[in-house]
DNA sequence: AAATTTATTCAACACATCGTTTATTATTTC
DNA sequence: GAAATAATAAACGATGTGTTGAATAAATTT
């Protein structure tokens, strides 16, 4: 599972590089944020830099794939209920995790972020949910445009929930999304 | 209402910037587009460029900004009949000028575009469609969270029906999008 | 149609960041 | 403690940046 231990040094350089960068990116949007820049803040050689990472995007990409993968084997640790409100415990559990985590994600989910790590955020949900999902057969194609729907609109969500300062709970916003997501705005009149 | 007219070399020299850069932007992700590199592409002087826009990303912002007043001016020229099914007939006008305008919509819309600008095509249906959505009365905090969901959400389906080619009329993904939102899921099973 | 205004071009400029290299120093691992 | 590995420092040519001032070209105005 584990390859090698990685030495000490690369795990402080790396550290302070990811720190530096989000730092900057609550300033300022990715495209005016230099490598330069970044290494003076981290108080890190530009060379080192280099050696890790080819630019300031590949850095960013580095730092989601990095979150989706804590976000998995976060979710891994729970064993889910099969009472068919699992989808509701799955999101609740991500929710939890963007709110520990809320530094980081409110960042990366911001319209700082890149779409395509919104939407791979959301795909973990699709993937865990999907058994749930093919229960109420509909046509695969519709059935893609639904989870094109949900998805998109459950990021949207989870962005004004960050912005906003995370006042519910995230048993309170996954129950909102199940809803809005299965019922829509009936579910609420 | 009309400021003067603009001269015919800045309205060109606009133009073949503008052409030129979604051309790029079709290749490659706008931090790898120089200023540069537009120009010689649009056999506009450098110096040119910087009378018009400060940068790769004020031009892109200026091309989005210009879509949607358009639209909005699309919309202004019907009216629509108030009888309960305002909504879809917006939602299909839009549709229809963003398949009208799919070259550079489906940029703009696409990861290559920015997050902000994806949020204000659909305010604008939000905008439109506020009257009919506060007959439901339902709290304003939740609303908001509504509205984002169903805004967002929206933007994935448009996302997806340009991605696959336009399948459906603009007339029956209006009419998904307003049954995602008003009933869930629950509408197609 | 000529005069005037305005936009674009051209060439040059100093400047900053880039991405890489090479030798040297520091730290970690075994 | 010895060997291996990572980070540093300094230098490099290369490239794009943003701005300038003078010359040219094209539009609008009269």
Redesign the interface.
Known sequence: MKSKKTDRRIKYTKMVLRESFVKLLKQK???KITIKEICEEADINRATFYSHYSDQ?DLLRQIETGLLSDINEYLAGYSFSDNGSESIQILQKIFEYVQENAEVCSVML??K????F?QEVMKIVQKQCISEWTK???NKE?A???Y??????????V???LKEGMKQSARELAE??I???????????
């Open positions: 949007p990715i495209s995007y911001s319209d972020g890149d779409i395509s919104q109420k057969s509909v519709l893609e445009y639904i094109s729907f949900a998805v998109t609109g459950s990021v949207g969500v962005h004004k929930w909102m999304v809803n809005l997501t299965n019922r829509g705005i009936s579910a609420f009149v």
